[in-house]
């Protein structure tokens, strides 16, 4: 059974930013092995990804997600989105970051990728999320950056 990964908005932009040319190299490495694991997204990735102002780019992007399952973000996902916040994990300003982990962790994703190293790709937030998630029931995630996999 393949590995189950959820890909945050970063990696998908990490996959066209030459500014950065050694994310852009590693998340090009993955890409080419994505055959090898079940990916998705929620929603939310892929409206950040619409705000990209250069048109060219905005679809060049999209073009990344549809190649991907996208999850819808449901009430359960705000709900727990919302605990994130209340257990002081995130702030209302890194809502969608919680959002993203919230749908990573109710779609049984074994993993959550992203380039996010201040919000998400962080071992003392990852615990936190994990010991909320414990307390609720629900199973525990991985974060971790795409050179991990």
């Not at 490495?29 to 102002?53: G, I, N």
Request: proline share 5%; glycine share 2%; hydrophobic share 40%.
């Amino acid at each position: 059974m393949p590995l189950r990964v959820y890909l945050d908005t970063s990696v998908f932009s990490a996959y066209f930013d030459e500014a950065v040319s050694d994310r852009q190299t590693q998340t090009e490495d993955f890409w080419k092995r994505r055959s090898e694991f079940e990916l998705s997204t929620s929603v939310v990735a892929r409206e950040e990804l619409e705000q990209t102002p250069d048109p060219a780019r905005r679809m060049q992007l999209i073009t990344l997600v549809d190649g991907v399952t996208v999850h819808p973000v449901t009430g359960t996902m705000r709900s727990l989105a919302k605990s994130y916040i209340d257990s002081e994990i995130f702030t209302e300003v890194m809502y969608n970051d919680a959002v993203h982990v919230a749908a990573a962790v109710l779609t049984r994703q074994d993993v959550l990728l992203s380039w996010n190293f201040r919000h998400l790709v962080n071992r003392r937030r990852r615990a936190e999320i994990n010991e909320v998630n414990i307390s609720l029931g629900l199973p525990t995630i991985d974060i971790v950056a795409p050179p991990e996999i």
